[in-house]
């Protein structure tokens, strides 16, 4: 009997798995496993909203295994410690899992495959699985990534996709593997209230809403914040419960200026997984440094706390920090605005935001949340580094009846219309009614010294 082990990482589901194909296609009996790694836990990347989905997940995967005649084996400790240890059990002869591009699924694998090896055991990696086209197939001439996101996108949307895989008829794992119990949402603290739940058969309907109404006005309406019309489908993309490639078969069914620009948002993720493979310290170093020497902890204790809490006294820049606290997600304009304002207006470093992010954000990724937050800051990939979004005028532009604003900023609710992104302009007494706070910053001061900031820096690295 051929046994293989098939190690699921950020790719939880049956649809679309090569390695899950690959292992039933060449063993006769499968260890369908996954591992919570101590090494991700150490790593403080392990937030209560990505674990409480990841638990939806992990009971979703058992679930579609178990209709196949299988069922998911859960393990927790030591990635490699616990591979090998299934290894043993299950006497596999190779493990098949999906590439990871971070420096810290390289490293993993480094470790899994020389362990394996020790053992007598194949390590076979699959690439192409978390990302339509894997990074490293579109390269430039002169380089091992592109920098830039619209050569790149010319490059990617000519790539031929590999055909999208169903999921296997039967999985049939081998006697006397132990698993731990699963663990339940419910199990996991500090979860936000309105965090939506996990899992493939979620993902699989909420593409199938997506396609029949959504995205054929995501042209027009993807930057309207109380609209609300963007996919909401990250979670499932980080957590692989569904398949980037299989998305692209399906979209391009679809015709129009809405299913195009969301395929171009599609290739952002790959353009940032890209980025990360080549230059995995982006996710803590500039990648493009500007000499920014940013304003210390300690200077901007109060207001990076208040960014941080919602109470910065502009309601846009507060509404969106409340839904992220709310959610564990926030629309795009929202990231792009909060990041700009933490970075730009009040000059803070881009990690303190990003390790926030990531502290909530259900979709949190290293790639696609360290890379916007470096685009957003100036340090990364935007070809305009010192662009700057103005909070106020993007509010008028975005949310122009001031709905979302107020649906997060309740104690204005009162006010009626745009009025709600003003409220330092109502007279005193009314103003001291709404108890919300005066702005921290005034825009034009912190627009000018972060000026200031970049010429110096400029000046003296010339
Ligand atoms: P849609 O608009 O429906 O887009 C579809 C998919 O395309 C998304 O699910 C996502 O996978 C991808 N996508 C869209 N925009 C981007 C982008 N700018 N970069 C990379 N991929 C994109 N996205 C994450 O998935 N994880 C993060 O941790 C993350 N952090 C961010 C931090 C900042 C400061 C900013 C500005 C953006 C960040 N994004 C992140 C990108 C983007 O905001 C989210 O992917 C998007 O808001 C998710 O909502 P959606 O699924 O409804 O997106």
Known sequence: MIVSIVLFTSDLRV???????????????????????????????????????????LADLDTNLRARGGRLIVRSGDLVEEVCRVVAEADADE????????SHAQRREDRLRHALEERG???????????????????????DHFAVFTPFFRHW?????????????????????????????????????GLAR???????????????????????????????????????LHFGTLSAVELLHRLRKKQGPGP?????????????????????????????????????????????????????????IDAAMRQLRHE??????????????????????????????????VDGDIANNQLNWQWMAGTGTDTRPNRVFNPLAQAKRHDPDGVYTRRWVTELEGLKGPAVHEPWKLPQL???????????????????????AREGARKQAA
Request: glycine share 8%.
């Open 430 to 452: 009314e103003r001291a009614a709404y108890r919300y706070p005066d702005p921290i910053i005034d825009l034009a001061d912190g627009l000018n010294r972060f000026r200031r």
């Open 157 to 193: 949307s000519q790539q031929r996709l590999r055909e999208a895989l169903a999921a296997p008829r039967a999985v049939r794992v081998p006697d006397g593997v132990a698993s731990e119990a699963l663990s339940a949402r419910s199990d996991v603290a500090d979860v936000s209230p």
């Open 328 to 361: 564990g997600w926030m629309h795009n304009r929202g990231r792009l605005l909060t990041a700009s304002f933490l970075t730009k207006t009040l000059y803070v470093d881009w990690r303190i935001g990003a390790q926030h992010f990531l502290s909530l954000l």
């Open 15 to 57: 649809h679309d798995h090569p390695p899950l194909r690959a292992a039933l296609d060449g063993a006769t009996a499968v260890v369908p496993l996954f591992v919570r790694d101590r090494a991700v836990d150490a790593a403080g990347f392990a937030a209560p909203n990505r674990l409480a989905f990841l638990a939806d997940c």
């Open 95 to 102: 493990v098949h899992m999906s590439a990871g591009y971070s």
């Open 121 to 143: 055991v194949r390590l076979l990696v699959h690439g192409g699985v978390g990302s339509a086209v894997a990074p490293g197939v579109v390269t430039p001439a002169s380089s």
């Open 198 to 236: 996990g899992g493939e058969s979620l993902g699989r309907e909420g593409f199938t809403a997506w396609l029949r109404a959504g995205v054929s006005v995501y042209d027009e309406h993807h930057d309207d914040l109380p609209g609300d019309a963007t996919s909401r489908l990250s979670p499932h």
């Open 260 to 316: 195009a620009a969301f395929v171009r948002q599609l290739a952002w993720r790959d353009f940032y997984q890209q980025v990360l493979a080549a230059r995995p310290d982006a996710s803590c170093s500039d990648y493009r440094s500007q000499q920014d020497v940013w304003r210390g902890t300690q200077e901007a204790q109060e207001d990076i706390a208040a960014w941080r809490e919602g109470r910065t006294g502009y309601p846009v």
